[in-house]
T-cell receptor, first 114, second 115 residues
Framework: AQSVTQLGSHVSVSEGALVLLRCNYSSSVPPYLFWYVQYPNQGLQLLLKYTSAATLVKGINGFEAEFKKSETSFHLTKPSAHMSDAAEYFC????????????FGQGTELSVKP | GAGVSQSPSNKVTEKGKDVELRCDPI?????LYWYRQSLGQGLEFLIYFQGNSAPDKSGLPSDRFSAERTGGSVSTLTIQRTQQEDSAVYLC?????????????FGNGTRLTVT
């Protein structure tokens, strides 16, 4: 079975500082990995996805994530935080034999201080 | 084009009543998923459809929950005899294919409050 662990339910950074949101996964078969962002009272929006083409994945809004098989990690980073990045971020895993079903982590709420 | 549309956006119901939640997926998307988002529980998978059939309904919490999809398009999630613990945001998503690398596109959800 697949699972996702996001370390830290809440992360706070200053505007302009590095953003690092941690995600570790567990999967017995090669996984596909995703990061989604959820703004208040909205649905989830895809930030980026890893599908084995490249280990460093670039997404929207300046975010990127690196797949590290040896560490079973897929951490999300952004060099310089902006106030508009404040939201909840979800890491998710899926595999080919389960119909595209996503298994989500618990989420990390990102706060950005001026 | 239009995204995934869910209705109603908010629903308040009394304990014991039945509710129906509707999802209109993106046109042409063959796979459709229902999730539940509640405080402390994160995002829980409920059920997914490929066309009109549901290969995986393992996440439905109890037999009070059911879902159907007609015409390979609209889906309804029905909760019978609602309980307070059913209060949550119910999210629907669709994807072009059911493969693991096909991203899900989410609607804005239906916030259900059971009083």
């Amino acid at each position: 079975a697949q699972s996702v662990t996001q370390l830290g339910s809440h992360v706070s950074v200053s505007e302009g500082a590095l953003v690092l949101l941690r995600c570790n996964y567990s999967s017995s078969v090669p996984p596909y990995l995703f990061w989604y962002v959820q703004y208040p009272n909205q649905g989830l929006q895809l930030l980026l996805k890893y599908t084995s083409a490249a280990t460093l994945v670039k997404g929207i809004n300046g975010f990127e994530a690196e797949f590290k098989k040896s560490e079973t990690s897929f951490h999300l980073t952004k060099p310089s935080a902006h106030m508009s990045d404040a939201a909840e971020y979800f890491c998710a895993v899926s595999v080919d034999n389960q119909g595209g079903k996503l298994i989500f982590g618990q989420g990390t709420e990102l706060s950005v201080k001026p | 084009g239009a995204g995934v549309s869910q209705s109603p956006s908010n629903k308040v119901t009394e304990k014991g009543k039945d509710v129906e939640l509707r999802c209109d997926p993106i046109s042409g998307h063959t796979a459709l998923y229902w999730y539940r988002q509640s405080l402390g529980q994160g995002l829980e998978f409920l059920i997914y459809f490929q066309g009109n059939s549901a290969p995986d309904k393992s996440g439905l919490p109890s037999d009070r929950f059911s879902a159907e999809r007609t015409g390979g398009s609209v889906s309804t999630l029905t909760i019978q005899r609602t309980q307070q613990e059913d209060s949550a945001v119910y999210l629907c998503a669709s994807s072009l294919e059911q493969g693991g690398n096909s991203p899900l596109h989410f609607g804005n959800g239906t916030r259900l409050t059971v009083t």
